[in-house]
Structure formats: C-alpha cells, structure tokens
C-alpha cells in the first residue's frame, strides 16, 4: 500500500530525477526534435514542486489531478498536455482514495497510457512515450497478476520500459517533430520515452 | 462577429499572423496567443485562455493553431471551457487566418468561416 505522503515524495522524487537529467533529456530533442524537451520538463516539473506542500492532506486522485493540471499550464512543449492529460487520467481513475495498492497502480497508469493515445493521436510503434509505457504496463500487470508482488511487477516494468526507449531508436517517428526527419530520426532513441521510463525508475527505487 | 485566436510556438509568429489578418479586415476580433510567458518558444495554457476570454461573445471563437503542442494544448483550453462555442480550425495558419479575418469581419458565421479556412489548404500557388 502506498499513501498519499508516499505519493508526494515519489512525485518529489521524479522531479528531482527530472532536474538531474534535463541537460540529457535536452540533448536527445535536440538531434530529433525542437530540443525543449529537458528544459520543458524540467520547468513544468519545478512548478510541481513548488505546490507539493500545498497538495499536502490531499486525496491521491487530487495530488495527480492537480500535478497534471501545473504540467498542461507550465511545460510549454508537448509534453505538457501529453504528461498532463496522462496524470489527470491516472488522478481521475485512482479518485478520492487515500491508500493505493497494485491494481490501482495499474488502473491509474492504464488511464493515463488511454490519456496519451486520445491526447497525442498516437499508437504504439511511432516512437513516442507509448513505446516505453505499454510495454511497461504489460510488464507489470502480467507479473503483479501472477504473484501478487508489486515491487517485483514494478522491476519487470522498468526492464519493459528500458528495452521500449532502446526499441525507439530502431523505428522511424511517424508523430511528433521528429516525423520531419524521417528516415534521419533512426538510431536515435525517444526524448518522451526516455523520460517516461525515468519516472518508472523513480518509482521502481521508492518502494 | 467571430473572435479569431492564432496560436503558435512563437509569440512573434503568432502576432505577425494576427497583424496580416487585420490588415484584410481591421474590424475582425484577432488575436495572437503565441510563446510562453517569458517570451521563449513553447504554448501556454493560460496565454490561449486569456485570449480566447478577450475575444469571446455569443458569436463564438474559432482557433487556429501551428502545430504539436500548439493543437493540443488548444484542445485542453477547449474541454476547461465545455459550455462555450469554441473550435479549433484545421488550416494552414496564415491563408486560413486572413481568410477567417475576413469571414468574421463580414459577419459569416462560424461553420462558414471553418468552411472557408479549411478551403484554403487545397489553394495552389503556383
């Protein structure tokens, strides 16, 4: 079970992980994107941890509604709306529970990989952050689903989520600004992806 | 008279549509919604509500937008105001919007400037 404070401290926490990576996030856009995606990300997230202690005695469907809400309105890229409609869905599938525990993990994260496909028009295989997500989320349902374990569903994701960013770099984009580039955007892996399985890591490390 | 918001990455893009707009028809409600707050590339939640809030009335706003973040953040503007006649326009930025300028200026309603502005994507120029 994880509450609401643990719930803040992980949020804390990829913020953190987010600030520490934005130069390396940043570089990756800049081969096959508008090279805002660290700097973007790391904003958005900045503005997140300034309301942490506001968001403080809050439900869990509250604290992930109210992140999502500070990344549409801070990030500026299009990760904003993407990360940001993904944390209102996981916020709104959660709802007003205090405590969660795997399956409302998976149901959360379920509705914020729904969140994405509706937001951005995209599917698996465009080298987007879905390429790490879906795979991560298969990962850890299958595994939490046959023992009940979470933090060993949560490394299966992880691993999941590692081998999708590395799968990125082997596909052409076909969404996104680097769907420019072609052909030009094979070899390098996914900027959203990438970060998408950081926040996993974080998660994975937490618990 | 429809209001008519131009959203883009850039708020000197995004300005420079809305001015080529009211040069066709100075009377239409454009107004440019681009960059973030501090001026660098990007899209601003707040920045696009602002405008369409400065150029609502009951005729309605139409947005035109460039592209990536500027159409999705566009659309979470939209669903934070559901009880609105607010719509995103799929044109290509400045033909559409000088078009729309003017469409609104000569009091077309909305559907008929959507219309209007999506015609001018098939346009040759050469």
């Known amino acids: 079970m994880t509450d609401s404070n643990k719930v803040l401290e992980i949020i804390k926490q990829i913020s953190e992980q987010i600030q520490m990576e934005k130069d390396f996030l940043t570089e990756l856009d800049n081969v096959i994107g508008d090279g805002d995606h660290g700097i973007n990300m790391a904003r958005g997230f900045k503005e997140v941890e300034k309301k942490l202690a506001d968001f403080s005695g809050k439900d869990i469907g509250s604290i992930l509604k109210a992140v999502g809400m500070t990344l549409v309105s801070t990030v500026g890229g299009a990760s904003g709306p993407l990360y940001g409609t993904a944390f209102m869905k996981a916020g709104a599938a959660v709802g007003a529970k205090n405590e969660m525990d795997g399956g409302d993990f998976l149901n959360a994260m379920d509705a914020a990989i729904e969140g994405i496909k509706m937001r951005g028009k995209a599917h698996e295989g465009e080298k987007t952050m879905l390429d790490a997500l879906i795979p991560a989320y298969n990962a850890i349902k299958k595994t939490y689903e046959e023992n009940n374990d979470f933090k060993a569903a949560i490394s299966q994701g992880v691993e999941a989520a590692e081998k999708g960013v590395e799968y990125t770099k082997t596909i052409i984009a076909t969404k996104g600004r680097a769907s420019y580039l072609g052909e030009r955007s094979i070899g390098h892996q996914d900027p959203g992806a990438t970060s998408s399985c950081l926040m996993l890591k974080v998660i994975q490390r937490s618990l | ?126």
């Open chain 2, 1 to 126: 008279m429809v209001g008519i918001v131009i959203v883009s990455h850039s708020e000197k893009l995004a300005q420079g549509v809305a001015e080529l707009a009211g040069m066709m028809a100075s009377e239409a409600p454009v107004v440019a919604a681009g960059g973030l707050d501090d001026g660098t590339l990007g899209t601003s939640f707040e920045k696009i509500t602002k405008a369409v809030d400065s150029v609502y009335s009951d005729d309605g706003v139409l947005i035109l937008m460039d592209m990536g973040s500027a159409v999705m953040t566009a659309e979470m503007v939209l669903e934070s105001m559901p009880d609105r006649k607010i719509k995103m326009v799929d044109c290509p930025l400045v033909e559409g919007a000088v078009v729309a300028a003017i469409g609104s200026s000569s009091n077309q309603n909305m559907e008929e400037i959507i219309e209007a502005a999506q015609e001018s994507a098939s346009e040759k120029k050469l």
